[in-house]
């Protein structure tokens, strides 16, 4: 089982995006069979093994083994993956795009979608991924807001400059810096 299953395919979506087969989905986090999930379900097996059926051909769940039960097999299924990550493109954007201002939410929402992409594409089982999150928050006066930007900016086009050679592991750097919002529970 992977950690995390990135989405791009419609099709991937729409087989996802059913609240039966979430459930259904969350019940094969072990391997488990259709007739298994249908009593902890409360449903039939013959309903959940459509639901089934579909996150097979999605690429959501596997069939990782069959056995025999009264002379009919069985299948035995496990989700694809511990998480599923549904890509942004699969939304797309409303309305028309305006150019690439880097002041822009729009322009951190394109960001945050690379970065998403990236790391749902990066191989999990290499024996070393050197890589580092941080998070923080910064206070800043409204008179020195533009003062703070023009600073984060500068510290990080030097070090773009310094460490941006030919030479060596190429590492991608984003920065996002938004206002932040009202606590979500």
């Known amino acids: 089982m992977r950690d995390v299953l990135y989405l791009e395919e419609i099709e991937q979506a ?4 059913k609240p039966q087969r979430v459930e259904v989905l969350r019940q094969l986090a072990e391997p488990r069979t259709c007739t298994e999930v249908a009593q902890q379900l409360g449903q039939t097996p013959q309903r959940v093994y459509y639901h089934v059926k579909r996150l097979v051909d999605a690429g959501l769940v596997d069939l990782v083994s069959e056995r025999k039960v009264r002379g009919i097999l069985e299948g035995i299924y496990q989700a694809a ?4 990550w549904l890509s ?3 939304v797309g954007r409303i309305g028309l795009r305006k ?4 002041l822009s939410l ?3 929402l394109d960001l945050m979608e690379e970065v998403q992409a990236d790391i749902a594409a990066l191989d999990r089982t290499a024996p070393e991924l050197p890589s580092i999150g941080l998070s923080g928050e910064i206070h800043v006066l409204a008179e020195h807001r533009q ?3 023009n600073d984060l900016h500068t510290m990080l086009q030097d070090l773009f400059t310094r460490y ?3 030479e060596g592991d190429a590492f991608k750097l984003a920065v996002a810096c938004y206002p ?4 979500h529970d």
């Open 180 to 183: 932040k919002g009202e606590a």
């Open 106 to 108: 729009g322009y951190l």
């Open 164 to 166: 941006g050679g030919a």
């Open 88 to 90: 942004p493109r699969l």
């Open 81 to 84: 993956a511990r998480s599923y």
């Open 99 to 102: 150019a690439r201002d880097e």
């Open 14 to 17: 729409e087989a996802l995006l």
């Open 147 to 149: 003062e703070f930007l």
